[in-house]
């Protein structure tokens, strides 16, 4: 069973910094490309970034380019998102979640339960 | 950034009765190579992770119950609910997937008339 559990969500001041875990089992972890989503209240999805199982490539949404890197130690079967000079357009519930396909560009079929990063004072 | 606009933003509709939602995208997800539309729809339910409905614009997922259905090709696209079911309440979102960055739509938020 394909299971993906997100862990590191927490209160922290803006301007902090903070970084979540993503802990997969049930499938072969480095075959597969992993993007993190994120949720602010009231709103709607918003992709944020994927990695490719070998690492070889990255992309970011705008939004988060030069502030989130994504990583991943598949030796460990976890993927990894930290967050830099965060704000409070950053206070969300943010998932993890497996491509369906062995390519960045494909639907997410897997998702995390999530992890909720509130960012204030 | 290819932008994928839903509406409604939100429909109510009797149970039984049928559901229909739209999503638009700013330019063709539609790949002739393979003859495929890279959009995907997903269920969002409060407090649950999104999960994955139709990906390939029509082709249902394992386990999605039959009267969910997409359709549609190019920019255009439908999500049906043939027959409303009260557990079907919930936000729909399509999702392009023909080039990075991934990006949803706004969502609709479908409820009990």
């Known amino acids: 069973e394909v299971q993906l559990l997100e862990s590191g969500g927490d209160l922290v001041p803006p301007g902090g910094s903070l970084r979540l875990s993503c802990a997969a089992s049930?499938?072969?972890?480095?075959?597969?490309?992993m993007s993190w989503v994120r949720q602010a209240p009231g709103k709607g999805l918003e992709w944020l970034s994927v990695?490719?199982?070998?690492?070889?490539?990255?992309h970011y949404a705008e939004s988060v380019k030069g502030r989130f890197t994504v990583s991943r130690d598949n030796s460990r079967n976890t993927l990894y998102l930290q967050m830099n000079a965060l704000g409070a357009a950053d206070t969300a519930v943010y998932y993890c979640?497996?491509?369906?396909?062995?390519?960045?560009?494909?639907?997410?079929?897997?998702w995390g339960q999530g992890t909720l990063v509130t960012v204030s004072s | 950034d290819i932008v994928m606009t839903q509406s409604p933003d939100s429909l109510a509709v009797s149970l039984g009765e049928r559901a229909t939602f739209n999503c638009k995208s700013g330019?063709?997800?539609?790949?002739?190579?393979?003859?495929?539309?890279?959009v995907a729809w997903y269920q969002k339910k409060p407090g649950q992770p999104p999960k994955l409905l139709i990906s390939?614009?029509?082709i249902r997922e394992s386990g999605v119950p039959d009267r969910f259905s997409g359709s549609g090709s190019g920019t255009d696209f439908t999500l049906t609910i043939s027959s409303l079911q009260a557990e079907d309440v919930a936000v729909y979102y399509c999702?392009?997937?023909?080039?990075?960055?991934?990006?949803f739509g706004g969502g609709t938020k479908v409820e009990i008339k």
């Open positions: 330019q063709s997800v539609f790949f002739p190579s393979n003859n495929k539309n890279y």
């Open positions: 049930g499938f072969t972890f480095a075959a597969y490309p």
């Open positions: 999702q392009q997937y023909y080039t990075l960055p991934l990006t």
């Open positions: 979640a497996r491509a369906s396909l062995f390519l960045s560009e494909a639907p997410l079929d897997f």
């Open positions: 990695i490719s199982g070998s690492y070889n490539k990255i």
């Open positions: 390939w614009a029509s």
